[in-house]
């Protein structure tokens, strides 16, 4: 694996049972944290000159140590870091049921080991639980990038916001690896209105002059797009402020109520009754 350097042997030679200590320097690669470790074998090797005999009949024996070798074990840490985003390009607000956001799913490998099993996304919110986000070999410093999309319930609406967190993990020798957890906020934009729709009852004839009950029927929308939660109150100039329906009332939902009025002498004078109701 790498190159030794030893130093010279002594002037007198290196008696039996004397040693000299080499030394070597090796750089650690990923493949080595990958592995857990490295193992390095080595031998050692001389060459001189010795009587001539049977066993070194030319006079120059070659003689090779048996392999030892030495394992450094590698302190494998691995981690993730997850980045939750909404998306570039994506609506960052939501107003309507039908409003979709997307998610942006960021893991980045920040241990030191090549991941070994597919990266996965676990968020509740968004019903994701074992997501599938990227494959195995992310190498430390990478990153792989999945999403989702989002819509909105009324629930969220009525809240104002939605407020999402996800974790990321994977498999490592036998050991889940989770990272912590990250969270992404849209907001909610809401618009609350009514709108009420005033009328005299039809099935009450008049015949307009002095103590005639005039009846009016009410009817409220919920033209917004929150919930209303409390009771609605219609004002009218000539009846005055009542309640007309209590909640909840959804978007686009109806209540409604009736009133009347008693006409006066002055109403017979004027020709006609004019109210107006809010």
Known sequence: ?????????????????????????????????????????ATASVSQPVVSSATYPSGLA?????????TVPAAQMPMLELDKRVKDGSASTFASTSDMVTFEFVVTNTGNVTTTSPILI???????????CGPAGIAPGASVTCEATWQPSQDDINNGAFTNTASAETTFDGSVVTSPD??????????????????????VPLAFSA????????????????????????????????????????????????????????????????????
Do not use: H, W
Request: net charge negative.
């Open 1 to 41: 694996r790498t190159t030794v350097s030893c130093p010279a042997v002594p002037s007198g030679g290196l008696a039996p049972s004397a040693f000299i200590d080499c030394t070597a320097s090796y750089t650690v690669t990923q493949m080595d944290l990958d592995d857990a470790g490295v193992t390095n074998i």
């Open 62 to 70: 070659s003689v090779t140590s048996a392999p030892d070798s030495v």
């Open 122 to 132: 676990n968020d509740a919110d968004l019903g994701l639980s074992g997501f599938a």
């Open 182 to 203: 990250d969270s992404a906020t849209v907001q909610a934009i809401q618009n609350p209105g009514l709108t009420v729709t005033k009328m005299v009852d039809p099935n």
């Open 211 to 278: 103590g005639e009950t005039v009846s009016y029927d009410y009817v409220v929308m919920n033209s917004g797009n929150e919930t209303i939660f409390d009771p609605i109150s219609v004002s009218d100039n000539l009846i005055g402020t009542f309640v007309c329906g209590a909640g909840p009332l959804l978007p686009g939902e109806m209540t409604g109520c009736a009133m009347s009025y008693t006409i006066s002498v002055d109403d017979v004078r004027l020709g006609s009754v004019t109210n107006i109701a809010s």
